[in-house]
C-alpha cells in the first residue's frame, strides 16, 4: 500500500490590534529601547484586547485562512490546539475554536508543549493524516502571554507578545512534497528552569499564590538560554543527517523566535546564509506556540517559502521540550 505523506495546504495568521512597543515598556520597568532589542532582537509585540482569549485570536487566525484559501470548515475532521494560554483548563480551547469557526464535524484537544508547541502539533496531526484515518486536520497555535507576564518584571515583560496562526493538513496529491521527517525531544528534569507555578493541582490558585506572584511566566534566564542554544542546534544538524541533508539545501528556516542571539547561534551551528532564515521577532515578540507557524505565513507573504522549497521548523521551550521538522513545500 502507497504511502500516504502529510503536507500543509492553507495557512492562516492573528496578531491583535493593539501594539506595545520599547517605548511604553521604557515607562513601565527599568530598562531601554537599546538594551532589549540589543539583547533579544524584539522592538514591538502584540497584546490581546481585553477579554480576547487564546480561542479568539485562532479563531480569527481561522478566517484569515479562509479568506485566502477557502476551507470550508464542516470538512475539517480534527482540531489540534498547541497552547500554554487555554481558555480555562476545561473545556478545552479545541472545543471552543471547533463552535467558534462552526466546524461541526471535527474533534480534538489541547496540548501542552510550551514553545516547541507547534511542531509537536504538526507530529501528531501528520499522524493522523498518515494513518489514512482523517483527511483534514487543522493545527493552531495560540497564546495569550500577556495574561501570564508580569510587567514590573524586567526580565520576562520584555519577551513576550500575544499572536495566533493555523496550518491545515492534508495528504499531498503526490509523494515529493509534505512532511519529510521529524525528531521531538524533551528532559523534564528542565522543570525548573522555565514555567508558571501556580493555578494547577500543585498549587492551586490562592490569595497566597497571587501574592506571591506565582501566577506569572518564571525564567532563569541563563539556563535556559544556553540549553535552547545548544538543544535546537543539535536536533537540527541531527534532523538534517539522517535525511542525508545540510544546511545548504534549506530552503527556509524558520526557527522559535524566541531571542535572536538563540537564532543566531542556531544559525551559525547550522551554517546558513542570512537569506535563508526567517527572523520576525522584532515585531512579534515571542508568541510561544504562534512563533512559528507565523514564520510560515510571513514567508509565504514575502514570497521566500515557494512550491518545492525544503522548510526546516525548530523549536526549544518549557520542560524542557524540543523538537525539529523537515517539510517540502507544497503551496
Known sequence: MKKIRATITAIGKYAPERILNNFDLEKMVDTSDEWIRSRTG???????????ASSDMASSAFRDMQKRFDVNPKEIDAIVVATITPDMFFPSTAALIQHNISATN??????????????????IATQFVESSRY??????????MSTITDYTNRDTCILFGDAASVVLVEPSEDDDHGVIDYLMKMDGSGKDFLYMAGGGSRNPASHETIDKGMHYIYQEGKS????????????????????SLTGA????????????????ACVSRLKLEEKQVMINIEKYANTTAATIPLGIVDGYDQGRLKKGDLLLISAFGGGFTWGSMLIRWSL
Open 224 to 243: 535556559v538560554f544556553k540549553f535552547a542554544v545548544s538543544k535546537m542546534a543539535e536536533i537540527s544538524v541531527e534532523v538534517l543527517e539522517r535525511n
Open 106 to 123: 471535527a474533534w480534538g484537544f489541547d496540548i501542552s508543549a510550551a514553545c516547541s508547541g507547534f511542531v509537536y502539533a504538526m507530529v
Open 249 to 264: 539545501d534549506v530552503g527556509l528556516f524558520i526557527p522559535h523566535q524566541a531571542n535572536k542571539r538563540i537564532i543566531d
Open 42 to 52: 524584539i522592538s514591538e509585540r502584540h497584546i490581546a484586547a481585553q477579554g480576547e
Open 135 to 144: 483527511k483534514k486536520v487543522l493545527v493552531v497555535g495560540s497564546d495569550t
